[in-house]
């Protein structure tokens, strides 16, 4: 099969807007460009990100029936309507560490980022501790030496 031939000096057909050429294109309204709804299931990722880089948190290994299943961190759930969201994080933290203080930066950092990203308000955040685990790092000196 052969390509048509092509000739630089044909011209190519160009669609044409309809009306003056000197009108400016219509803008719409806001309201009727349509919406944005963001799903539950966003801001569960969101939040559970959100309190999975706050410092304090870590990572633990997870194991069903003495196998291993990789890592897990923060988990959430999120309920609400309209603007407002509910959240319940689960949070494992390191230990030893000020839990308290490490709870109020997990709650500052994720009602930030879910309000700035989503738009939605955080009507409610409950955060429970799962688990206390020491981070992983070096291994720490097995004889003293004197």
């Known amino acids: 099969m052969s390509e048509p031939s092509r000739d630089d000096t044909t011209p190519v057909p160009v669609a044409t807007a309809t009306g003056p050429a000197d009108a400016a294109p219509a803008e719409d309204e806001p309201a009727e460009r349509g919406g944005l709804e963001i799903a539950f299931a966003v801001v569960r990722r969101i939040a559970e990100y959100a309190a999975d880089s706050t410092d304090g948190t870590v990572r633990t290994e997870r194991r069903v029936v003495g196998l291993g299943l990789g890592e897990s ?24 560490a000020p839990i308290a203080l490490t709870v109020e930066a997990v709650r500052g950092n994720v009602r930030e980022r879910v309000e700035t990203l ?29």
């Open 73 to 96: 961190g923060s988990t959430a759930k999120v309920s609400g309507y309209g603007d407002q969201v509910d959240l319940r994080l689960e949070v494992p933290l390191a230990y030893p």
């Open 118 to 146: 989503t738009g939605y308000a955080v009507r409610a955040l409950d955060v429970t501790v799962s688990a206390l685990a020491v981070p992983a790092g070096p291994p720490a000196p097995t004889r003293r030496t004197e």
